[in-house]
């Protein structure tokens, strides 16, 4: 977009630094409505809705007049409201609808595994999305000479994607009727139809908010870490080319401004497959922590006193439990897999985004200090590793915290403080 608006379209920087804020400031307007949108009327249909508008904010870069390019960052900064909403919304409520995480293992710790392991795998499946597409466009741009064809492709991709979900998806919204309507979801599809899948009454998670998730402090809490990384993140996302350009500069003075080009592409899939590489670590230490825990889960025994919370096993009462039980088990047992399963059981979600937070306040701290272009690279190297474990993270403790009956709209209102917060460094 960037190069596209400079190159092609021949705007100052300063107009397209206004444009990037508009859409970041669309965002921020529309997200506490849209989300209450997509609750009330639908999420499936706020995903239609977002191919729509997306479609719209694709179709408006063909113009080179500054008020459409205007209006079109307009509806692109509503698409991503959408796009951080909708879709996460309607895949957590279907998921908890169908009882999914209930049907994976007999011996599953509760509200432990599947969804955590869902939220990896489709961090991994986005980043090597994004990076299929950036070549794509390259090529795209290099067989038809302009930089507006790539987004007449993601045009059609919008419309194919609106079908495929037209045809495919059941609606479900945020209604606050308390019935399982999976059954009759699953009686549709088996006759063909389409079905609409209401929530699951859920536990009472937060009887000190009082019904009121505005009171819970566990989701301002949210709000709060998602402003601080993925707000740097989107600021990191313009900076990092200057920065990387100045450092290799510095080092080789005497080259001229042809060889002095960093290159971006290569530069932007190294990122990604660095996303991908910590996508994955996440989705294996959550998988090795769901199978310790449940094989703890039954030696210690899942009684009705065992507690857990926010699908977040219980160590401490693990340890308590442990040592009242029988001692038969742990002495049947080799040192070295008591110790493996003592760990595996410590790798929890909120452990891994807590890790993953201090090495990216690390690696900020590095790149902010760093001088050569070696050191900076691999201070957002490692950066992309620590999103990668993040963005997996964030998504399951939203969805173990957030109720299905407000989702989208909740989900709105974080979104909509994390564009303010992108936003107003920008000026």
């Keep these: 977009m960037y190069t596209l608006l400079r190159d092609e379209k021949g705007l100052s920087e300063s107009s397209v630094a206004l444009l990037y804020t508009t859409a970041y400031s669309s965002a921020a307007a529309t997200a506490f409505v849209t989300g209450w949108l997509a609750d009330r009327f639908g999420r499936r249909a706020a995903c239609l809705a977002f191919c729509g508008i997306h479609c719209l904010a694709s179709a408006s870069v063909l113009s080179s007049n500054l008020s459409v390019l205007t209006l079109g960052r307009v509806a692109g900064g509503v698409a991503i409201t959408l796009l951080w909403t909708a879709f996460e919304s309607w895949m957590v409520a279907e998921w908890n609808a169908r009882n999914l995480d209930g049907d994976e293992d007999e011996n599953a710790v509760p509200g432990i595994g599947g969804l955590a392991a869902m939220f990896g795998l489709m961090t991994t499946a986005n980043c090597i999305t994004a990076i299929s597409a950036g070549v794509l466009s390259h090529c795209v741009v290099l067989a038809l000479g302009s930089k507006t064809d790539p987004f007449l492709i993601g045009m059609a991709l919008d419309v194919c994607a609106a079908i495929i979900m037209f045809r495919t998806w059941n609606e479900n919204r945020g209604t606050g009727e308390k019935r399982n309507h999976y ?27 009082g019904g009121n998730p505005l009171k819970d402090i ?45 290159p971006y592409g290569v530069t932007f899939a190294c990122f990604m497959g660095t996303m991908v590489l910590g996508a994955l670590l996440f989705n294996a230490l959550v998988r090795y922590h769901h199978r310790a825990a449940a094989r703890t889960y039954v030696d210690i025994g899942a009684d009705s006193d065992y507690k857990y919370e926010s699908g977040i096993i219980g160590e401490e009462n693990i340890r308590r439990r442990g040592s009242t039980s029988s001692s038969s088990t742990s002495e049947n047992q080799e040192p ?52 990668g474990i993040y963005v997996p993270s964030i998504a399951f403790h939203r969805s173990a915290i957030v109720d299905d009956e407000g989702r989208a709209s909740i989900y709105g209102e974080i979104i909509g403080r994390l564009s303010f917060c992108s936003v107003l460094p920008c000026y």
Excluded at 225 to 243: D, K, Q, R, Y
């Design 183 to 209: 059954t009759e979801a699953a009686s549709d599809e088996s006759q063909g139809e389409l079905g609409e899948t209401n929530m699951l009454p859920q536990k009472d998670t937060r009887p000190e908010s």
């Design 218 to 262: 566990r989701i301002w809490i949210l709000s709060f870490v998602s402003c601080c990384f993925e707000g740097t993140i989107f600021l990191l996302m313009f900076f990092w080319p200057g920065a990387l350009q100045e450092a290799h500069a510095r080092e080789n003075p005497d080259q001229d401004e042809a060889a002095n080009a960093v």
């Design 336 to 387: 070295c897999v008591c110790w493996k399963r003592k760990i595996a059981v410590i790798l929890t979600p909120t452990r891994l985004l807590a890790a993953a937070l201090f090495l990216a306040a690390a690696s900020f701290l590095i790149a902010a200090f760093a001088r050569a272009e070696l050191s900076l690279f691999a201070a957002f190297l490692i950066l992309e590793a620590c999103n």
